[in-house]
């Protein structure tokens, strides 16, 4: 399962670039601390804050001329530079936001020493060196029996691109191993849509897309076969046509096995957005409501379940 980030920012850069990255990494599978994600009415902000900044792996401190001059982003980072200094582990991943090398030396020269993301590479390429630095923090057993396959988590984001629902993009990705050798082909079942499925691919080799029982199935067949105990993050993408037409749409995940984290995410286009959101998650026949996330702007929504047992189904549902 990916790692637990913090995001530290000043509520000026929160429009620009601290909400859409937030929302971002999230659909990326991390589990993100920030603060429209995770305060409701009646928290308490200080103790919220100092609990995520104890638990959180790595803390992205978004470095701009408001930074500078806020109180609070000041604690933060001396709290997260405590945290670094006391365990001997890199926390703070800067990113430099309008700044330049003399601003952060006049801020403070020891962070300027630290390598940073400068904002001006754009959303997609500060999300890449963001993957690559945070390597998953994953504990895997070593045993056998069961299963080839153990699944640590898995995000499924669907960007609709069009206001009319005529097309979308899909990402199913999952964190997984196995615990036997010589597997060359990974099977991705549930993959169905009230249109067409089309351009099926995968990060990991070739794919055969057809249907089964009425569902659509991907068969990544591998380059090399899978090393037994090895993190591997597989991703399915493919487009669908004809998909979000109707009033109240959803997207579902069914979950054979159980999940350490599972999360739905959905993308709107400006031109239209939902007027309300549910979520539920379906398990032996029950049905618990659970309120999903909405952005303020209305342009993103995530439903994700921590613990999700095998036999469950994670449902995500908007009215237009």
């Excluded at 700044?99 to 904002?119: E, W």
């Excluded at 069914?254 to 379906?282: A, C, I, Q």
Aim: proline share 5%; with cysteine.
């Amino acid at each position: 399962m990916n790692s637990k980030i913090f995001i530290s920012h000043a509520s000026e850069d929160k429009e620009d670039l601290a909400r859409p990255l937030a929302t971002l990494l999230q659909a990326e599978g991390f589990e993100v601390w920030y603060d429209e994600f995770q305060l409701k009415h009646g928290d308490s902000l200080i103790e919220s804050i100092d609990r995520g900044l104890l638990t959180c792996d790595f803390a992205i401190i978004i470095l701009s001329h408001n930074f500078f001059l806020k109180k609070w982003t000041r604690r933060e980072l001396r709290g997260l530079a405590m945290r670094e200094i006391h365990s001997d582990n890199k926390i703070l991943l800067p990113i430099w936001h309008n700044v330049t090398l003399t601003d952060v030396i006049n801020f403070s020269p020891p962070l300027a020493d630290k390598f940073a993301i400068n904002s001006t590479i754009g959303l997609e390429a500060i999300i890449k060196k963001i993957k690559l630095a945070l390597n998953p923090r994953v504990v895997i057993p070593h045993t056998v029996g069961g299963e080839p396959f153990v699944y640590q988590s898995g995000h499924n984001k669907y960007t609709i691109k069009d206001p009319l629902g005529h097309f979308a993009l899909a990402q199913k990705t999952n964190w997984f191993y196995t615990t036997e050798e010589g597997i060359t082909k990974i099977r991705s079942g549930g993959m169905s849509c009230t249109g067409t499925i089309q351009n099926v691919t995968s990060n990991l080799g070739i794919v055969e897309f057809e249907k089964e029982a009425g569902s659509g199935v991907a068969y990544t067949h591998l380059s090399e076969p899978l090393v037994p105990y090895k993190l591997y993050e597989h991703s399915i993408f493919f487009e669908t046509i004809n998909s979000y037409l109707d009033i109240t749409e959803s997207v579902a995940t069914n979950l054979p096995v159980k999940f350490g984290t599972m999360g739905n995410h959905v993308f709107f286009p400006k031109e239209r957005r939902p007027t309300k959101v549910y979520g539920s998650l379906v398990h032996k026949g029950k049905t618990i409501s659970i309120e999903p996330f909405i952005s303020s702007d209305k342009l993103y929504i995530n439903l994700v379940i921590n613990d999700v047992p095998d036999g469950s189904r994670l449902i995500l549902s908007w009215d237009w």
